[in-house]
Structure formats: C-alpha cells, structure tokens
Nanobody
Framework: VQLQAYGGGLVQAGGSLRLSCAAP????????VAWFRQAPGKEREFVAA???????YYANSVKGRFTISRDSAKNTVFLQMNSLKPEETAVYSC???????????????????WGQGTQVTVSS
C-alpha cells in the first residue's frame, strides 16, 4: 500500500496540528495504521495506532492530547495533535499493515508500508 503523509508544519508550543495519512486508490480495510515519529539523533518512536476494528492505541506520552481517527470513505487516517510540546519536534510518518496483532502495534518492524514522513516543528 502506497501511503502519503501530510499536514506537518511549524506551530508554537501549546498549538495544534492535524496530520493525514492517505492511501490513494486503496482501502485501509483490514489494515492497522500507525503513526511514528523520529527526532534528529533519536530512535523512531511509536505515537498512535488504529486497527480496522476502530480500536485505538497511544503512547503514554501523547494520551489525552493526540487522537487518531479514520475516514473510511476517504481512505485516510488522521492524527489530531493538541497541546504540542517543543520536544515533539520530529518527522512524523504513517505506516500500514494487515494482520498486526495488538502486542505488535507499537513496533515499527510490524509494518511494511510507510509514507514519506512530514515534518512537525514545535517552537518554544
């Protein structure tokens, strides 16, 4: 599945952004879709995931501030990010894979399809 991630930008601390992950011409049916982020010099880290069932999962650091959702008609997954912090500056990438078990949702190795990433910069 080819993915397109977009919606990043520059925002002040405390601000909001909404990222989108689209699969043009394809459906996310039976796929789990996740967002990961990678800051310069740091390892890629899990942010959030949504299974085809609609169940959602979040990293502890973003719970209560980020919301992952899906528009099945548009084959798009969104990541609404509120109360952003400067330390969340990173490249955010979406990933998709069929048949990911719950215990593997936060592992980047579980996903074979990746979008190109979108830069999120949070200024202090």
């Amino acid at each position: 599945v080819q993915l397109q991630a977009y919606g990043g930008g520059l925002v002040q601390a405390g601000g909001s952004l909404r990222l989108s992950c689209a699969a043009p011409g394809r459906t996310f049916r039976s796929f789990a879709v996740a967002w990961f982020r990678q800051a310069p010099g740091k390892e890629r880290e899990f942010v959030a995931a949504i299974r085809w069932s609609g169940d959602t999962y979040y990293a502890n650091s973003v719970k209560g501030r980020f919301t992952i959702s899906r528009d099945s008609a548009k084959n798009t997954v969104f990541l609404q990010m509120n109360s952003l912090k400067p330390e969340e500056t990173a490249v955010y990438s979406c990933a998709a894979q069929q048949g990911v078990i719950v215990s593997a949702l936060s592992s980047s190795n579980a996903y074979r399809s990746w979008g190109q990433g979108t830069q999120v910069t949070v200024s202090s």
